[in-house]
């Protein structure tokens, strides 16, 4: 199969939502000399387009999609959305965004072509989930990957009623039905909400999110057109459903699509939350912890379709279209609504009559491409689609005539908000007819037409859904911050903090969070009347944290303390690595004393339960000369260095006497483990020790976002510059060439290929064995057998063998059968720390 891979440079930037790639790829696409980037919704597009229109100009920036098009005389950048991308324009970088939408059903096999074919001449950059690494690698072999790390926290909340709802959220529903549902409850109950539906026009859609921006409303209800990269001051995500309609089935989402809409929730360095609300049944814990962490199944299907279209004759068209993967990892894409289109209407007499050329044939397939933005049914999309093709055969373009007697049927402002939302989808499909080439005569004047009509009912419809879903901000607030009633502040489960009803802040743990609408009127006295009247509930607080059990206070990944839904505190570096100092985050009138106390012994507690071998070692090495507990000189040097580096030392920087055997045996029952290359701690690589020296690295480094800990189970896997060798050598692995392998592992490896050196081995048997234990392919394989200082050797007569490189001939005295190597002690056996310890 070809590819277009032959270019310089193809970037993969992956992970969560809240990572910064899209904005990434905007900087590093502007800093070339023309670019292109894809994008999955026309809102988004439209979003970028104006933010590059900001930067560089409207007469260097082209928006291209399928109802849209601005085009100035000599663009350098293109905006579009995938579907609509120009492929045949060169340009130096080109963008794919939400590349794991190649997995997507309904419109995964447009995302697969881009990702098999679309190219940059100078550089391509996917961006998208972490799922989509392993299945890029398989088809764009040489991809460099970038890995970006979520800028804050999300954490998992619970169940609450829409009426408890914390404000600044947004609800999620999978239907223009269950958003208006929730929208109008919301209303009753809350004092209003936007609505944001991936239907929605761009101007309607902007100008319900200014709403949600400016505050005049605290809450949004939307699809789940919001995890695709809209971007909003979102503090919390409720679910109100958990299964969708992809177009053919109503199914349960999966949880990387939960994720993707969850992650929506806290921008940048603000921390977020989600949870469930309504009907909806509550997250599973084991779904929880893979969505605050981010770990979902890897992508290992892409949804294609056949690009290469026969245009010979309708039987040859449709049998193109249906024609199989050319490869495994590809699946035929459901046909499409094109496709359905083309099939009903190639048994047409009258079409299969006009469409007999190839010319006729591309243009009856050009047709069918129309979105059926009505979604009425098959059978009235499939009639408008041949009307329009009878037209452009006979006529040559859609005549002026009917044309404008279907744009005046959509021309009527008046109606609810379900009829002019159908008279926006009819008058998107005029649109669209109005940009495609040679469909009309006057294609300008039709664009601006139908962008004249589409503005005027957007603006009506924005109107009607003001009407409907908002009650408008009233002046109780006002009246009671100019008459001092404070008295009735009040606070709700949330943490909402009000004063006659109205919103004045948030009681964030132990932190007065003020509103941003109510600070700009009275900051101080708001302030001042806030901590004044939650002088009781932050004292309740402070009573309930020093009295709460250790199972109720949780680490995030980012050293970040929760406890009660709220981060109180977080880690700070300490007078020593392993142990850090707790920062606890409260108000400045606030009396921290109990809670530095509480919180100081649970992190001690955590320290001690999951590091207790690394305790021990740090405490023998500080005991004085004499005393029962004291290491001798030697190895009291090795424990303090395996306590400053968290538990690892590499045995290249450590001098090691040639008679250090009392010194090596006085270290056994700690558990120390004298590797060829590594001196560690096996009972601390078991993933819940290895993540918190992860995270006490991360912290003593400080580092403003600790690194991830390597996925629990994982002992092998490629190394990528989103990591760092010293994270990872706290985690418990060492990178050899081009790979990150746990210490026991690459413990385990070599006494393999010492095996193999010893009994004459077969190269080729002894690589496939390596490549098992690595779980790795051949090429990485080989390059850290090479890294590890071992290469093939040719032999006369005989099948290549594993030496050593530059490997001296052993002496015939030496040459004794050599022992059986003792492999290193399994890291989760409760004897692990009483193993033998090696000597090399």
Known sequence: MHRQDTHPKVTAVLGPTNTGKTFFAIERMLAHKSGMIGLPLRLLAREVYDRIVKLRGPHEVALITGEEKIVPKFPRFYVCTVEAMPLDIPVACLVIDEIQLCADPERGHVFTDRLLHARGTQETMLLGSDTMRGIIQRFVPKTWFVSRARFSDLAYTGPKKLTRLPRRSAVVGFSADDVYGIAEIIRRQRGGAAVVLGALSPRTRNAQVQLYQSADVDFLVATDAIGMGLNMDVDHVAFAARDKFDGARMRPLAPAEIGQIAGRAGRYMNDGTFGVTGDCEPFEDELVQRLETHRYDPVRVLQWRNGALDFRGLAALNESLEAPPPERGLVRARPASDAVALRILSVDEEVAALATSRESVARLWDVCQLPDFRKLSTDEHVKLVRNIFLFLS???????????????????????????????????????????????????????????????????????????????????????????????????????????????????????????????????????????????????????????????????EHGKLWWDGAIVARLAPGPS????????????????????????????????????????????????????????????????????????????????????????????????????????????????????????????????????????????????NGNEPAALQAGGFAVIGGRAIRFDMLERLEDELEKALASGNDAEAVHGQVVSLLGSSKDEARSVLAALGWQTIEVAGAKPVWRRAREKQPRRQDRAKPKKPEPPPDPNSPFAGLAALRLR
């Open 394 to 556: 006979k006529d040559g373009v859609i005549p002026d005539d009917w044309l404008a007697r279907q744009i005046a049927r959509a021309d009527v402002v008046e109606g609810d908000v379900a009829t002019l939302s159908g008279r926006l989808a009819q008058i998107r499909t005029y649109t669209y007819a109005a940009h495609r080439s040679g469909w009309t005569r006057d294609s300008a004047h039709w664009q601006g037409i139908t962008g004249a009509v589409e503005d005027r009912l957007s603006d009506a419809l924005h109107e009607r859904l003001t009407q409907r879903f908002i009650d408008r901000r009233t002046s109780v607030l006002m009246k009671h911050l100019r008459d001092d009633e404070f008295a009735s502040l009040a606070l709700d489960e949330a943490g909402g903090v009000s004063i006659g009803g109205e919103a004045i802040g948030k009681l964030e743990g132990f932190r007065f969070v003020p509103d941003p609408r109510a600070v700009g009127i009275h900051g101080r006295t708001l302030r001042a009347a806030a901590l004044k009247g939650l002088e009781s509930e932050i004292a309740a607080r402070s009573t309930a944290l020093a009295a709460a059990e250790d199972a109720t206070i949780t680490l995030s």
């Open 577 to 720: 690595p392993l142990a850090p100092t707790i920062q606890i985050l409260a108000d400045a009138h606030v009396k921290t004393e109990g809670l530095q106390a509480r919180l100081d012994a649970w992190m001690t507690a955590r320290i001690t339960t999951r590091l207790g071998p690394l305790l021990a070692l740090r405490d023998a090495a500080e005991a004085r000369t004499g005393s029962t507990d004291a290491l001798p000189g030697e190895a009291r040097g090795i424990a303090h260095s395996l306590a400053e580096n968290f538990a690892s030392l590499d045995r290249k920087t450590l001098p090691l006497p040639e008679k250090l055997g009392p010194q090596i045996r006085a270290l056994r029952r700690f558990g120390v483990w004298f590797g060829r290359r590594t001196v560690y701690l096996p009972k601390l690589l078991r993933p819940d020790a290895a993540g918190l020296l992860t995270l006490l690295w991360g912290v003593w480094t400080k580092k403003d976002a600790p690194p991830a800990p390597p996925a629990p189970g994982l002992t092998s896997f490629a190394f990528d």
